[in-house]
């Protein structure tokens, strides 16, 4: 049972445009969603994160859109670089719960110069 | 840099044996969160541990256990290896066991079991 989903295996956008990264989620219980990049070799690394009362946050280049009622966020990454080439994992977790993150399967961008 | 370190990188064990893997946590974090990231999968929750004790588990059997110290090492211990256990084995740290404090992920260790 698959509580998120990142339905796009992979993505390929040009250097300088807007990348966005979708995820769907089935729980209705999770109230507090991050974002992990991950290059080979190393470890998940956090971007940004968003509660379940707020419908934007953003970072730089990074905004994170929640929609509730469709149980649905998405990452947007303007402008692309090169350098944002890498794993893309959306995670999932209730604050009344066991402080568990859930995992989509990740999304690979590639940013083509 | 989070400073979240494991060891060993690599580990070959076979069928039925028994491995230990550990993590090294950043300073003054009292929590400690093992995952599984299994081929083209996300990482999957095993346990989380807080101030040495577990605080949460995920879908695994009791083969899967670990270990929380003051020093603010862990480790996670498997025994009876199976073929399936192959995956790359990741720890996590974070300040407190809340659910909004970021976790910070070590490199992992990759395992194979043969």
């Known amino acids: 049972d698959q509580q998120v989903k990142q339905n796009s295996p992979s993505l390929s956008v040009q250097e300088g445009r807007i990348s966005i990264l979708n995820c769907d989620y089935t729980?209705?219980?999770?109230?507090?969603f991050l974002w992990y990049k991950k290059y080979p070799a190393e470890g998940p690394t956090f971007l940004i994160s968003?509660?379940?009362?707020?419908d934007k946050n953003e970072d730089g280049r990074f905004t994170v859109f929640l929609n509730k009622s469709a149980k649905h966020l998405s990452l947007h990454i303007v402008p692309s670089q090169p350098g944002d080439s890498a794993v893309y994992f959306c995670?999932?977790?209730?604050?009344?719960?066991?402080?568990?993150?859930?995992f989509g399967t990740g999304t690979r961008l590639k940013v083509l110069a | 840099e989070t400073g979240v370190t494991q060891s060993p990188t690599h580990l070959i064990k076979t069928r039925g044996q028994q491995v230990t893997l550990r993590c090294s946590s950043q300073?003054?974090?009292?929590?400690v969160s093992w995952y599984q990231q299994a081929l083209g999968q996300g990482p999957q929750f095993i346990f989380q541990y807080y101030r040495e004790e577990e605080n949460g588990r995920g879908n695994f059997p009791p083969r899967f256990s670990g270990l929380q110290f003051p020093n603010y090492s862990s480790e996670l211990n498997v025994n009876a290896l199976e073929l399936d256990d192959s995956a790359l084995y990741l720890c996590?740290?974070?300040?407190?066991?809340?659910?909004?404090?970021?976790?910070?992920f070590g490199p992992g260790t990759r395992l194979t079991v043969l």
């Open positions: 995670a999932a977790t209730s604050t009344s719960g066991t402080y568990k993150y859930i």
């Open positions: 996590a740290s974070s300040l407190d066991r809340a659910a909004v404090d970021t976790q910070y």
């Open positions: 300073s003054g974090h009292n929590t």
């Open positions: 729980n209705s219980m999770f109230d507090y």
């Open positions: 968003i509660s379940s009362i707020k």
